[in-house]
T-cell receptor
Framework: DTEVTQTPKHLVMGMTNKKSLKCEQHMGHRAMYWYKQKAKKPPELMFVYSYEKLSINESVPSRFSPECPNSSLLNLHLHALQPEDSALYLC??????????????FGPGTRLLVL | KQEVTQIPAALSVPEGENLVLNCSFTDSAIYNLQWFRQDPGKGLTSLLLIQSSQREQTSGRLNASLDKSSGRSTLYIAASQPGDSATYLCAVRKETSGSRLTFGEGTQLTVNP
């Protein structure tokens, strides 16, 4: 099973709302990732959890906050977002966070629209 | 800073044609290079991963090659089908960037029946 699941598939929220995106994998992977993808652009890495240790892309604003309750789950908490945050949010996982050969497996994404 | 470039940005071919997608990267100190496929509005599907020590990988009608010293990779698709229509992304993992992948802008492929 090489499946990464994400919920919800679609999300519309106002700028004052608080919402969370969820990601789950049962492949025993120890690294999980959040990416943001704008239309016709490649994914941009936001956060990495590797062996429960968080690495942050410094350009990501604090209105995005990741949470890793356990090695199979990864959440992305959203608060006070801006319309420019509208994008496809992709979760991925890989077998190890350090090492040479791991393949990253991506979920189907959550399409977020901020009004 | 690692930069990844994919040429062409878009490609349209008739069904049955063999085709090559190109990926180049500026920093040859990489762990691996990965090719992905993305359908519109969907997530990425991993196609092939080539370790830095490897020259090529094959899966079905797909063949990916890697020339690390020249900073180039190609994805060869044999006997293309309409179902191959998608955006193809290459991504490299640098030796000094942990798990971070650096993506190219992608090649949008259309295979016409």
């Amino acid at each position: 099973d090489t499946e990464v699941t994400q919920t919800p598939k679609h999300l519309v929220m106002g700028m004052t709302n608080k919402k969370s995106l969820k990601c789950e994998q049962h492949m025993g992977h120890r690294a999980m990732y959040w990416y943001k993808q704008k239309a016709k652009k490649p994914p941009e890495l936001m956060f990495v959890y590797s062996y429960e240790k968080l690495s942050i892309n410094e350009s990501v604003p604090s209105r995005f906050s990741p949470e890793c309750p356990n090695s199979s789950l990864l959440n992305l908490h959203l608060h006070a977002l801006q319309p420019e945050d509208s994008a496809l949010y992709l979760c991925a996982s890989s077998q190890v966070g350090r090492g040479r050969g791991e393949t990253q497996y991506f979920g189907p994404g959550t399409r977020l629209l901020v009004l | 800073k690692q930069e990844v470039t994919q040429i062409p940005a878009a490609l349209s071919v008739p069904e049955g044609e063999n085709l090559v997608l190109n990926c180049s990267f500026t920093d040859s100190a990489i762990y691996n290079l990965q090719w992905f496929r993305q359908d519109p509005g969907k997530g990425l599907t991993s196609l092939l991963l080539i370790q830095s020590s490897q020259r090529e990988q094959t899966s079905g009608r797909l063949n990916a090659s890697l020339d690390k010293s020249s900073g180039r990779s190609t994805l060869y698709i044999a006997a293309s089908q309409p179902g191959d229509s998608a955006t193809y992304l290459c991504a490299v993992r640098k030796e000094t960037s942990g798990s971070r992948l650096t993506f190219g802008e992608g090649t949008q492929l259309t295979v016409n029946p």
